[in-house]
Every structure is written in structure tokens, then in C-alpha cells.
């Protein structure tokens, strides 16, 4: 089992840039495929970036393609930065860990953290 600790949310203008962490517990985090999924207020939760095990698959939903980048590193960190933001991209954004898929469903995801809330103003 892992935990999850998501930070890094805020305010910010549109156009300027946040990066979000999401750190994870024990010793096997390079076992988990990692994602990162938002909630808007009325909205379903979505998909917004994952990236393999290894490191060498990432993956994007179209809105974020070009302005977000996911990126982990060796030790137990999963990173969401996010530039060019959009009033559209605010939401509270939630983490995720799993030991098989890496898609873009949400209910195929095991493990997640807590949100952090990420506003966008124009």
C-alpha cells in the first residue's frame, strides 16, 4: 500500500505557472504508475496527466497537452508542472498511484491523495 501527500496548489493569474508534488510513502514507489486528475466544482473528476513506472511513458489529456509536463524522480516525488494556466484549469487536483493501469479513467486508479485546490484567475 502507498500514501500520498499532495502539495503545492494556490492562486495565481492566468498565464503564470504552479507545480504540484505529491510525495509518497514507503519503499516501493517505482513499482506504481503515477497520475494526476481535477475536479472542478459540478464537474466530474478527470484525467489530466500519468506517467509510467519508468518514467519513459507520460501521458496527457488534450487540454493540458503543451502546457503541462509530469515528470517524477528516483526517489519517491511525482511532479505536475503547469504553465500557461487557464481560468478553465482551476479545480482541485488529486494525485494517484497504481500498480497496473495508467489511463485516464479515475475508478481504475488504487490509491490516491488528498486534493489540492489550484485557482486560476483571469
Known amino acids: 500500500q502507498v500514501q500520498l501527500r499532495v502539495s503545492g496548489g494556490g492562486l495565481v493569474q492566468a498565464g503564470g505557472s504552479l507545480r504540484l508534488s505529491c510525495a509518497a510513502s514507503?519503499?516501493?514507489?517505482?513499482?506504481?504508475?503515477m497520475g494526476w486528475f481535477r475536479q472542478a466544482p459540478g464537474k466530474e473528476r478527470e484525467f489530466v496527466a500519468a506517467?509510467?513506472?519508468?518514467?519513459?511513458?507520460t501521458y496527457y489529456a488534450d487540454s493540458v497537452k503543451g502546457r503541462f509536463i509530469i515528470s517524477r524522480d528516483n526517489e519517491n516525488t511525482v511532479y505536475l508542472q503547469m504553465n500557461n494556466l487557464k481560468p478553465e484549469d482551476t479545480a482541485i487536483y488529486y494525485c494517484?498511484?497504481?500498480?497496473?493501469?495508467?489511463?485516464?479513467?479515475?475508478?481504475?486508479?488504487?490509491?490516491w491523495g488528498q486534493g489540492t485546490q489550484v485557482t486560476v484567475s483571469s
Open positions: 514507503g519503499r516501493t514507489f517505482n513499482t506504481y504508475n
Open positions: 494517484a498511484a497504481d500498480g497496473t493501469t495508467y489511463g485516464s479513467s479515475w475508478s481504475r486508479w488504487n490509491y
Open positions: 506517467i509510467t513506472r519508468s518514467g519513459r511513458g
